[in-house]
């Protein structure tokens, strides 16, 4: 016959290992995968904005289903070095960039309108790219 504190210990074991395997399903589960996507071989990198003194210039524009393409069409014809995109739509265009300082790229990690598949910069962030 097993004593009373042979079942306990038992059960203890028991409970220790369901514990310990319902732990690690709960920890595989709750891994964060960081998304990256690919900006392209132009791609500069992140940087901040401010939009009372905008980093690029005040050369910008919003667009309709806003594509990196449509800005870098936007911003050719204006002769410049460079294009940030900001917020999904807003396109800006300059010869310089990064007054503001950089960011992660998460911070430019906004859908562009236009196609989702691309990357449109962030609030108050500019992904740039050279032209």
Request: glycine content about 10%; overall charge negative; aromatic content about 10%.
């Amino acid at each position: 016959m097993i004593s009373l504190c042979s079942t306990i210990r038992i059960l203890c074991c028991w409970y220790l290992l369901v514990g310990l395997m319902f732990a690690s399903n709960v920890a595989a589960e709750d891994e964060v995968v960081e998304e990256t996507y690919d900006y392209g071989s132009n791609y500069k990198g992140c940087f901040e904005d401010n939009h009372s003194s905008p980093d690029m210039g005040a050369d910008r524009t919003r667009m309709y289903e806003m594509t990196l393409e449509k800005c870098t069409n936007w911003c050719k014809g204006k002769n410049t070095k460079y294009m940030g995109m900001q917020d999904g739509d807003t396109c800006s265009c300059g010869d310089h960039y990064g007054k503001y300082g950089m960011s992660a790229d998460f911070d430019c990690s906004v859908p562009c309108e236009g196609n989702v598949k691309e990357r449109c910069g962030g609030i108050s962030h500019n992904a740039v790219y050279s032209l």
